[in-house]
């Protein structure tokens, strides 16, 4: 049995004090949002809004088969399939295909940063690693579902309140399947196929009056480029780039459809003390500008040919990060895809073919807007 090791997320560390909002070229965002009023730019695609909100300069030319914006098709239950919807409009910086371009310039140093000679390793799978599922679970809910209070006992300032729809036996990430307390990032979350709405918290304890405890939590709008309208500059969310993670993760569904139509998520060890649209928010004080910043993406270069001895999971996820890459989301080990579990992935395949992917076979996609203190 293939080995994982299951991250720990990462202070959120201290946030910026910014009121810029720049132009975006090829992560096009807004900064602003929300009742501290927006900022629209001309010659680009930036608008109110944050977090993951906004297009890119890329191809928006979209796989067929899929519906964007719109949750209603997916099936209810914990890690239901999505049945072709896909969270955000076609034209979102998630959703755009940025295959042809530009390379950034310090893409070399960047990408030593990280790792050359480090392959990629799949931070989900099939069974159990330490005693629980491995990957970030989630559910899908209607609006049918009960709106429960939260408590947020660390970021509140930076939170949207609740309620929340949560079930109070949603999964939470690294929940141990004999029941035993547990630590980690304890993510969870939800989304209402009914309202297009996504809900996400991190280090959630679910309380016995039904309500719940998170130290964050954000609603992001699955329908909209302005995913996220109450956020302001520098927010944290449930990642410490302030981004959504589920829109991120790679779910058996899509790799079965033979398409993931969406740029997907990785950690590394050190970040710098910046942000990159569509990111929203920095976890570290480094300012070495040979680290990546939150929201950098980076892409399987062209010239690498995917070896077609590789199974149809591990071709798929390779296939997407060649036309929608993988943004920087969160302090974490290097080069850790995540995903969300799934009885159907075959760990050994994923593990041994993905590892054998280095760093040195990726580039980054031109950084343009880069937020600083």
């Given at each position: 049995?293939?080995?994982?090791f299951?991250?720990?997320?990462?202070?959120?560390?201290?946030?910026?004090?910014?009121?810029?909002?720049?132009?975006?070229?090829?992560?096009?965002?807004?900064?602003?949002?929300?009742?501290?009023?927006?900022?629209?730019?001309?010659?680009?695609?930036?608008?109110?809004?944050?977090?993951?909100?906004?297009?890119?300069?890329?191809?928006?030319?979209?796989?067929?088969?899929?519906?964007?914006?719109?949750?209603?098709?997916?099936?209810?239950?914990?890690?239901?399939?999505?049945?072709?919807?896909?969270p955000?409009?076609?034209?979102?910086?998630?959703?755009?295909?940025i295959?042809?371009?530009?390379?950034?310039?310090?893409?070399?140093?960047?990408?030593?940063?990280?790792?050359?000679?480090?392959g990629?390793?799949?931070?989900?799978?099939?069974?159990?690693?330490?005693?629980?599922?491995?990957?970030?679970?989630?559910?899908?809910?209607?609006?049918?579902?009960?709106?429960?209070?939260?408590?947020?006992?660390?970021?509140?300032?930076?939170?949207?309140?609740?309620?929340?729809?949560?079930?109070?036996?949603?999964?939470?990430?690294?929940?141990?399947?004999?029941?035993?307390?547990?630590?980690?990032?304890?993510?969870?979350?939800?989304?209402?196929?009914?309202?297009?709405?996504?809900?996400?918290?991190?280090?959630?304890?679910?309380?016995?009056?039904?309500?719940?405890?998170?130290?964050?939590?954000?609603?992001?709008?699955?329908?909209?480029?302005?995913?996220?309208?109450t956020?302001?500059?520098?927010w944290?969310?449930?990642?410490?780039?302030?981004?959504?993670?589920?829109?991120?993760l790679?779910?058996?569904?899509?790799?079965?459809?033979?398409?993931?139509?969406?740029?997907?998520?990785?950690?590394?060890q050190?970040?710098?003390?910046?942000?990159?649209?569509?990111?929203?928010?920095?976890?570290?004080?480094?300012?070495?500008?040979?680290?990546?910043?939150?929201g950098?993406?980076?892409?399987?270069?062209?010239?690498?040919?995917?070896?077609?001895?590789?199974?149809?999971?591990?071709?798929?996820?390779?296939?997407?990060?060649?036309?929608?890459?993988?943004?920087?989301?969160?302090?974490?080990?290097?080069?850790?895809?995540?995903?969300?579990?799934?009885?159907?992935?075959?760990?050994?395949n994923?593990?041994?073919?993905?590892?054998?992917?280095?760093?040195?076979?990726?580039?980054?996609?031109?950084?343009?807007?880069?937020?600083?203190?």
């Open positions: 049995m293939a080995q994982f299951m991250r720990n997320r990462a202070s959120a560390g201290a946030t910026p004090a910014i009121a810029l909002c720049v132009l975006v070229t090829l992560l096009s965002a807004a900064c602003g949002g929300g009742s501290g009023g927006g900022v629209s730019t001309t010659g680009g695609s930036a608008s109110t809004g944050s977090t993951g909100s906004g297009s890119t300069s890329g191809s928006n030319s979209n796989p067929a088969g899929f519906t964007y914006a719109n949750m209603a098709s997916a099936s209810l239950g914990a890690g239901a399939s999505l049945n072709g919807a896909v955000f409009p076609a034209d979102n910086a998630w959703n755009t295909d295959s042809q371009a530009p390379v950034d310039p310090n893409s070399d140093n960047l990408i030593a940063g990280i790792g050359l000679s480090q990629l390793h799949p931070d989900f799978g099939s069974g159990l690693y330490a005693g629980a599922p491995i990957g970030i679970p989630y559910v899908v809910v209607s609006s049918a579902q009960a709106m429960v209070p939260i408590d947020f006992v660390a970021y509140g300032d930076q939170s949207d309140p609740g309620p929340y729809p949560i079930p109070a036996n949603a999964p939470i990430e690294g929940q141990l399947a004999d029941g035993s307390p547990f630590g980690g990032d304890r993510h969870v979350i939800v989304i209402d196929r009914d309202t297009n709405r996504l809900y996400e918290m991190d280090n959630s304890f679910p309380q016995s009056d039904g309500s719940w405890q998170a130290d964050s939590g954000a609603i992001f709008d699955l329908d909209s480029d302005d995913v996220r309208p956020a302001q500059p520098g944290t969310s449930a990642d410490a780039a302030g981004l959504p993670i589920f829109p991120g790679a779910r058996y569904d899509e790799v079965a459809a033979g398409t993931i139509p969406h740029a997907l998520r990785f950690t590394v050190s970040t710098r003390e910046a942000y990159l649209p569509p990111a929203n928010h920095w976890a570290s004080s480094s300012t070495n500008a040979n680290l990546p910043p939150m950098m993406r980076v892409r399987l270069k062209a010239s690498y040919v995917i070896p077609s001895t590789f199974s149809q999971d591990s071709q798929v996820i390779l296939h997407a990060l060649k036309t929608y890459g993988m943004i920087v989301a969160d302090n974490g080990s290097n080069w850790f895809i995540s995903g969300a579990p799934d009885s159907r992935w075959n760990n050994d994923l593990v041994g073919e993905l590892g054998s992917v280095q760093g040195s076979n990726f580039e980054v996609v031109q950084m343009t807007g880069l937020v600083t203190p």
